[in-house]
T-cell receptor
Framework: GENVEQHPSTLSVQEGDSAVIKCTYS??????FPWYKQELGKGPQLIID?????GEKKDQRIAVTLNKTAKHFSLHITETQPEDSAVYFC??????????FGAGTRLTVKP | DAGVIQSPRHEVTEMGQEVTLRCKPI?????LFWYRQTMMRGLELLIY????????DSGMPEDRFSAKMPNASFSTLKIQPSEPRDSAVYFC?????????????FGPGTRLLVL
């Protein structure tokens, strides 16, 4: 089976600083790694994803890196803003379509 | 598009009662997913459909849970009988093309409380 571990569970940063959230997975066959942002009272929203054929993907202030050898991937948010405050989830999907989410990271950006 | 629509947004019921949650996916999406979110277990995939056909229901916790998708624009998740441990937020999501390996669009969720 697939176990997705996510760290840290909470993260507090000052506005303008960077935030990094890390996830590890156990199945070497995993090939798709999405990141979701969930604001209070809302459903998760995809913010970025990466597939196993690339090591890094960037979209403005958000980037994701993937290390398949070490089986971990990370979310990087630069120049954080108060509206980045939310719970972030990573996920990994095995070839047999078993999708597992990390436990979530509550990010607080202090103005 | 209005996005994924779920109803009701909140449901409070008593143990033993039947609960039906409803979902309308984004028009044109071939995949529909049901998730449950709790503090203890996080986000869990319960079941998903492709073109109205259930593909994987291995996440459904027990026989008290059932899901249907009678047509491309409507799905239900039913709990009968409900128990207090079913209290959670239930999300519906939809996607097109590659299903799980594609962007999933989540609805606002149904917050269920079973007393």
């Amino acid at each position: 089976g697939e176990n997705v571990e996510q760290h840290p569970s909470t993260l507090s940063v000052q506005e303008g600083d960077s935030a990094v959230i890390k996830c590890t997975y156990s199945d070497s066959a995993s090939n798709y790694f999405p990141w979701y942002k969930q604001e209070l009272g809302k459903g998760p929203q995809l913010i970025i994803d990466i597939r196993s054929n690339v090591g890094e993907k960037k979209d403005q202030r958000i980037a994701v890196t993937l290390n398949k050898t070490a089986k971990h991937f990370s979310l990087h948010i630069t120049e954080t803003q108060p509206e980045d405050s939310a719970v972030y989830f990573c996920a990994a999907i095995e070839n047999n379509n078993d999708m597992r989410f990390g436990a979530g990271t509550r990010l607080t950006v202090k103005p | 598009d209005a996005g994924v629509i779920q109803s009701p947004r909140h449901e409070v019921t008593e143990m033993g009662q039947e609960v039906t949650l409803r979902c309308k996916p984004i028009s044109g999406h071939d995949y529909l997913f049901w998730y449950r979110q709790t503090m203890m277990r996080g986000l869990e995939l319960l079941i998903y459909f492709n073109n109205n056909v259930p593909i994987d229901d291995s996440g459904m916790p027990e026989d008290r849970f059932s899901a249907k998708m009678p047509n491309a624009s409507f799905s239900t998740l039913k709990i009968q009988p409900s128990e207090p441990r079913d209290s959670a937020v239930y999300f519906c999501a939809s996607s097109d093309f590659w299903g799980l390996q594609e962007t999933q669009y989540f609805g606002p969720g149904t917050r269920l409380l079973v007393l």
